[in-house]
């Protein structure tokens, strides 16, 4: 409701401004018309009254110039009648355009207003979530009178996981601000091969312990970027393929040249993605089915915006195939480096 009525406020402004400058100019043209027409009809009466008596009677002269004189009156009613019908077109014409035109101008911000309240609600959810949980597990620990130290012991770890998971979160939400306020990294010559060996070492130990072979298969291709945050990019994405494959399967991370990019693509066999969910895989806090939420995998839905906003700031694009129990494939083209 509250943009449908900044359209209009909008559609109104843009009218009030379109009509000003008609009924201006329909102004100046009735003039300008008027003296033309009045101009013309003095210089014929004054020939009409120099013509000798013998070549045109009084009582004709008088009926011609009083003839011309109603022939002005008519056309300058004519054409006032004209403008106004002119300026009611433009009126309605305006008035669609300019609404068209106030949608247009307002849609970006109402997207961005939309997705900011998502935002908050997604975020303030995730936020109450771990503190309710403390809140009442200390709650019901106070209320028992038999609570002893080893309970105590038990509570304060599970709190400490729960701050633990807010930590995560907040951090998260930091890193997200960071990208989305525009945040401006030095783009240089980085090893693509180095980053994907350093993001696999990074989660070595996880994928030992589900049994998972990360098998690489990357040149020593060189991008235009920021190494630290490249790694980043990967390990997101790693430790996302990771956590939906299923023991004993493989993870397989190659690379090539295409055209000015060079291109990575980081293959899983895991549960997949509906074709219906991938367009929203990359907005905060999505989760898109029971078989990717954290109930099973753990996050929050941050990391995917994230490593998307990393590549838009090395101006990258991303591309994911997938299908549900047949694996997922992530494509990432990021910059060629050149001297």
């Given at each position: 409701m509250r943009f449908k009525s900044t359209y209009i406020k909008l559609t109104l402004f843009y009218v009030a401004i379109i009509m000003l400058v008609s009924v201006v100019f329909s102004i100046?043209?009735?003039?300008?018309?008027?003296q033309e027409l009045s101009q013309g009809f003095r210089r014929q009466n004054v020939i009409l009254r120099e013509l000798s008596p013998s070549e045109f009677l009084p009582q004709s002269r008088l009926d011609f110039e009083n003839a011309?004189?109603?022939?002005?009156?008519?056309?300058?009613?004519?054409?006032?009648?004209?403008?106004?019908?002119?300026?009611?077109?433009i009126l309605v014409a305006a008035t669609g355009v300019s609404y068209l035109l106030a949608r247009k101008t307002l849609k970006p911000i109402e997207e961005m207003f939309d997705i900011q309240n998502h935002f908050t609600a997604d975020a303030s959810h995730e936020l109450r979530t771990p503190l309710t949980a403390m809140k009442t597990e200390i709650e019901v620990s106070l209320r028992d009178e038999k609570f002893n130290i080893i309970e105590a012991k038990d509570l304060l770890k599970s709190n400490l996981e729960e701050i633990s998971k807010l930590e995560s979160l907040s951090n998260g939400l930091l890193t997200l601000t960071?990208?989305?306020?525009?945040y401006k990294v030095d783009l240089v010559a980085v090893s693509i091969r180095e980053v994907i060996r350093e993001?696999?070492?990074?989660?070595?130990?996880?994928?030992?312990?589900k049994d998972i072979d990360l098998s690489t298969n990357v040149s020593n291709l060189k991008v235009r970027g920021d190494y630290q945050s490249l790694v980043k990019l990967f390990v997101t994405l790693l430790d996302n393929a990771i956590k939906y494959s299923?023991?004993?399967?493989?993870?397989?991370?190659?690379?090539?040249?295409?055209?000015?990019?060079?291109?990575?693509?980081?293959?899983?066999?895991?549960?997949?993605?509906?074709?219906?969910?991938?367009?929203?895989?990359?907005?905060?806090?999505?989760?898109?089915?029971?078989?990717?939420?954290?109930?099973?995998?753990?996050?929050?839905?941050?990391?995917?915006?994230?490593?998307?906003?990393?590549?838009q700031t090395h101006e990258g694009k991303i591309e994911v195939t997938s299908k549900p129990d047949q694996g997922t494939t992530f494509s990432i083209k990021l910059p060629k480096f050149t001297k």
């Amino acid at each position: 409701m509250r943009f449908k009525s900044t359209y209009i406020k909008l559609t109104l402004f843009y009218v009030a401004i379109i009509m000003l400058v008609s009924v201006v100019f329909s102004i100046a043209i009735y003039q300008i018309s008027s003296q033309e027409l009045s101009q013309g009809f003095r210089r014929q009466n004054v020939i009409l009254r120099e013509l000798s008596p013998s070549e045109f009677l009084p009582q004709s002269r008088l009926d011609f110039e009083n003839a011309r004189n109603k022939q002005i009156e008519d056309s300058n009613y004519n054409l006032k009648m004209d403008l106004v019908f002119f300026n009611l077109v433009i009126l309605v014409a305006a008035t669609g355009v300019s609404y068209l035109l106030a949608r247009k101008t307002l849609k970006p911000i109402e997207e961005m207003f939309d997705i900011q309240n998502h935002f908050t609600a997604d975020a303030s959810h995730e936020l109450r979530t771990p503190l309710t949980a403390m809140k009442t597990e200390i709650e019901v620990s106070l209320r028992d009178e038999k609570f002893n130290i080893i309970e105590a012991k038990d509570l304060l770890k599970s709190n400490l996981e729960e701050i633990s998971k807010l930590e995560s979160l907040s951090n998260g939400l930091l890193t997200l601000t960071q990208f989305q306020n525009g945040y401006k990294v030095d783009l240089v010559a980085v090893s693509i091969r180095e980053v994907i060996r350093e993001s696999c070492n990074k989660l070595a130990a996880l994928a030992k312990q589900k049994d998972i072979d990360l098998s690489t298969n990357v040149s020593n291709l060189k991008v235009r970027g920021d190494y630290q945050s490249l790694v980043k990019l990967f390990v997101t994405l790693l430790d996302n393929a990771i956590k939906y494959s299923p023991t004993k399967s493989k993870i397989i991370i190659t690379s090539a040249k295409n055209g000015n990019y060079v291109e990575i693509k980081v293959k899983d066999q895991g549960v997949g993605i509906k074709s219906s969910d991938i367009p929203h895989i990359f907005n905060p806090f999505f989760r898109a089915d029971q078989s990717r939420s954290k109930n099973t995998a753990g996050g929050y839905g941050l990391g995917l915006s994230i490593a998307k906003k990393i590549i838009q700031t090395h101006e990258g694009k991303i591309e994911v195939t997938s299908k549900p129990d047949q694996g997922t494939t992530f494509s990432i083209k990021l910059p060629k480096f050149t001297k």
